[in-house]
C-alpha cells in the first residue's frame, strides 16, 4: 500500500504520484462516494489517495479539503469533479487574441468566493498591447487589486512577470484557469520546458483558442509545488448560486451591505442601499456592479 497524489484522470484511468516521485497508472476499486453530488468521476486531479500498488488500484480515498465541480453536460444532472485540495487558483485572461469579458472574471471570481479558494489574476500577452489596452489592463489592475485579488501583468512570449507567478506558485497547488488560448499551457511550458504540453495558434479570424487541452491535469513545477492545468474557460463550473447569497461573492458589495437600510437588501432598487450609493460615488467600480446584477437577474453569459 502507498499514498499518492492523483495527477491525471481521463475517465477510468488515474495516474498517481507517490512522495518518492514514482508514477503509477491505476484503476479503481470499490466504491467511492462523494456525499451529496453525482459525480461522474469519483476520483480527480489532487486527490489524495491509498493504492494497492501490485495490482494498480486506488482503494481509499481521503476526504478532500475542497474541491470544484463542472456540470458534465449542459443538459446533465451529473457534475464532474475538476479538482480537488486546491490551495489557490490564477485566473489567466487576455486582452486581445482573445478578449477576456470582465463579467467572465467577475463570475469566476464569485464561484471561487463561493468556494473559498484565493485566486490571483493574470493578465497575459502584454506584448501584444497598445497604449490603450495597457492603460486597460493597469486600471484592471487597480480594480481587482482593490477589492483583494493579487494582479500580474505578464507576457509569457516575451518573457515578462514570469519571476512573480514563480514566487506566487511556490509551494502551493495552484488550479490555472481562463479561456481557451489566453497561454495556460504556455506558462507551464515556459515553468518547466519538460512538459511540453501542446499549444495551439489560436485563428485569427475567431480569435478564439479551441481547448487544446481536454483533460485537467497536475505539473510539478520547479521550486516546489503544483499546477492543475484545465480545459478552457469552461475549467472553472459557474456553480449555481442562492440569489440571496451572491452579494456574499463580491467582496467589496459584502463589506459595503451593512450600512444598507434593509438588513435584506438585494441591493438592486431599494432605497438607502450603501452599494449602489458607493457605486454612484465611484467607491464600486460600475463594471463589478453590473456583473452582480447580471448574475442577481439570472443572465446567462454570452461567451463559451
Ligand atoms: N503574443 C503572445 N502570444 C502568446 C503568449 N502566451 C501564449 N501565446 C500564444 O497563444 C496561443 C494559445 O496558447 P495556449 O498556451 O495553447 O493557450 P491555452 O490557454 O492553454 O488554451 P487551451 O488549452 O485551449 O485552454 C499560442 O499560439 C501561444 O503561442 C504571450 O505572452 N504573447
Ligand atoms: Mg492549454
Ligand atoms: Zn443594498
Not at 516521485?21 to 453525482?38: L, M
Not at 472553472?236 to 438588513?263: A, K, M, Q, T, W
Request: hydrophobic residues 35%; proline residues 5%; aromatic residues 10%.
Amino acid at each position: 500500500m502507498r499514498q499518492g497524489t492523483v495527477i491525471k484522470s481521463t475517465g477510468s484511468r488515474y495516474r498517481v504520484l507517490d512522495d518518492t516521485g514514482t508514477i503509477y497508472d491505476c484503476t479503481i476499486r470499490g466504491r467511492f462516494r462523494t456525499r451529496g453530488i453525482r459525480t461522474t468521476n469519483p476520483v480527480a486531479v489532487g486527490d489524495h489517495v491509498t493504492i494497492d500498488e501490485q495490482d494498480g488500484v486506488i482503494c481509499a480515498l481521503t476526504p478532500r479539503r475542497n474541491y470544484i465541480i463542472r456540470r458534465a453536460s449542459n443538459l446533465s444532472k451529473e457534475s464532474q469533479i475538476l479538482a480537488a485540495n486546491i490551495d489557490q487558483a490564477f485566473l489567466m485572461v487576455t486582452l486581445k487574441m482573445p478578449t477576456t469579458p470582465v463579467e467572465f472574471i467577475d463570475r469566476f471570481l464569485a464561484s471561487a468566493e463561493a468556494y473559498r479558494i484565493p485566486v490571483c489574476l493574470v493578465i497575459n500577452k502584454s506584448d501584444l498591447y497598445g497604449t490603450d489596452e495597457m492603460e486597460t489592463a493597469f486600471r484592471v489592475k487597480s480594480v481587482y487589486e482593490k477589492v483583494g485579488y493579487p494582479v500580474y501583468i505578464i507576457s509569457v512570449k516575451q518573457d515578462i512577470g514570469i519571476d512573480q507567478i514563480k514566487k506566487a506558485l511556490e509551494g502551493k497547488v495552484t488550479l490555472i484557469s481562463g479561456n481557451s488560448g489566453v497561454g495556460k499551457s504556455s506558462l507551464l511550458n515556459r515553468l518547466n520546458p519538460s512538459l511540453s504540453l501542446k499549444t495551439e495558434d489560436i485563428s485569427e479570424y475567431h480569435e478564439q483558442g479551441r481547448h487544446v487541452t481536454t483533460f485537467p491535469e497536475m505539473h510539478p513545477v520547479p521550486g516546489g509545488g503544483y499546477v492543475i492545468d484545465t480545459p478552457g474557460i469552461r475549467g472553472f463550473g459557474v456553480i449555481d448560486f442562492d440569489r440571496n447569497e451572491i452579494y456574499h461573492f463580491f467582496p467589496e458589495i459584502f463589506r459595503l451591505s451593512s450600512g444598507c437600510r434593509f438588513y435584506n437588501c438585494r441591493h438592486l432598487n431599494e432605497p438607502d442601499c450603501a452599494v449602489r450609493a458607493a457605486v454612484t460615488s465611484g467607491a464600486i467600480e460600475q463594471w463589478r456592479y453590473k456583473s452582480y446584477v447580471s448574475m442577481m437577474l439570472g443572465e446567462s453569459p454570452k461567451y463559451r
